[in-house]
């Protein structure tokens, strides 16, 4: 695909290089969490692994191609003579480039993702843009059955609907810098970004960052709180997916300075949520296909008369 519509080799490397890399990582978390135990009990379902294979599958097969194709194209219309145009700055500079792509490529995820956790705009235009964010994201939040024992794991990262990884602009960004020709920051930028994704989303039967924030010493207390000011760590995510007003918390999956100075949504709490994931409908919950192809606003479930797609304080 990459070769007809003349794309750079060493685009495809790169992505392939990522890729497995991503693939080891991913690897490795998920056996540990079968190891230990944390996928059994109704944590994990038969859902939640078809899920995330339909995901995965997607995303490398047909999103992440596509999207390339598109921003190179428009790339390469906009900007011509821009084409690998910037490749000395990560040859001179490559630590501050690195730097700035990563803050940019977070601030751009977490402000979106910010957005399709909000109240819905007045604007009608807007809050029609805002639906289809909120629907597209909507099955990152659903997990296990509808018995309240599902929890997230390393897979649930890349578990979205069909859309989303299509109109993140921070993946719009990415692939720019790599039109530009930063092919080593673009790199370790995304492996830097996705291996601690996948680290904050893991079911960890023992959680560091719970012990560091409820250490006996008040020094190693304060320390890891004040570090959860600059970095998301994993109980600070886990709560970002639990049913509960903190589901509208800690937007970032790795740089959480944007949560706490930018948009107040900073939140460090010192134990595991009780129940993870939204509510879901019967349809959500019997079918993968669902999940995955349905990009219509959720609207308010008529058994319960409330909207499942909400923060779901209630427990």
Same mark, same amino acid.
Request: charged share 20%.
């Given at each position: 695909m990459f070769e007809f519509f003349n794309i750079p080799e060493a685009v495809q490397e790169t992505g392939e290089v990522a890729a497995i890399?991503?693939?080891?990582? /991913? &690897?490795? !978390?998920? =056996?540990?969490?079968?190891?230990?135990?944390?996928?059994?009990?109704?944590?994990k379902t038969w859902n939640d692994w078809a899920m995330s294979g339909i995901s995965l599958g997607f995303l490398a097969a047909l999103q992440r191609p596509v999207l390339t194709v598109v921003v190179f194209l428009l790339m390469a219309w906009l900007f011509p003579a821009y084409n690998g145009a910037m490749a000395w700055l990560e040859t001179?500079?490559?630590?501050?480039? /690195? &730097?700035? !792509?990563? =803050?940019?490529?977070?601030?751009?995820?977490?402000?979106?993702?910010?957005?399709?956790?909000?109240?819905?705009?007045?604007?009608?235009?807007?809050g029609k843009v805002q639906g289809f964010y909120k629907a597209a994201h909507r099955p990152h939040h659903l997990n296990g059955g509808q018995d309240k024992r599902g929890e997230i794991s390393s897979s649930q990262t890349f578990v979205e609907n069909w859309a989303w990884w299509l109109i993140l602009p921070n993946y719009w960004f990415g692939l720019a810098c790599l039109y530009l020709g930063l092919y080593e920051v673009f790199l370790w930028g995304s492996l830097s970004k996705v291996v601690w994704g996948m680290h904050v989303h893991t079911n960890w039967k023992w959680q560091y960052d719970l012990w560091l924030l409820n250490h006996r010493n008040s020094f190693v207390r304060k320390s890891m709180r004040a570090l959860c000011h600059i970095f998301t760590f994993p109980n600070m995510h886990h709560h970002h997916h639990s049913r509960s007003a903190n589901s509208a918390k800690n937007m970032t999956n790795f740089i959480s300075i944007f949560d706490w100075l930018l948009w107040g949504t900073l939140k460090i709490e010192t134990e595991r949520p009780e129940v993870y994931g939204w509510r879901q409908y019967d349809t959500e919950s019997a079918?993968?296909?669902?999940?995955f192809f349905r990009s219509t606003e959720p609207l308010?479930?008529?058994?319960?008369?409330?909207?499942?797609?909400?923060?779901?304080?209630?427990?």
């Open positions: 890399v991503t693939a080891l990582f /991913l &690897i490795l !978390f998920s =056996l540990y969490e079968i190891i230990s135990g944390q996928t059994q009990g109704g944590k001179q500079y490559f630590w501050p480039t /690195l &730097i700035i !792509f990563l =803050l940019v490529d977070e601030y751009l995820h977490g402000r979106t993702h910010l957005f399709a956790h909000s109240r819905k705009p007045k604007n009608r235009l807007l079918s993968v296909l669902h999940r308010k479930d008529p058994h319960r008369g409330e909207n499942a797609s909400a923060h779901a304080s209630q427990k």
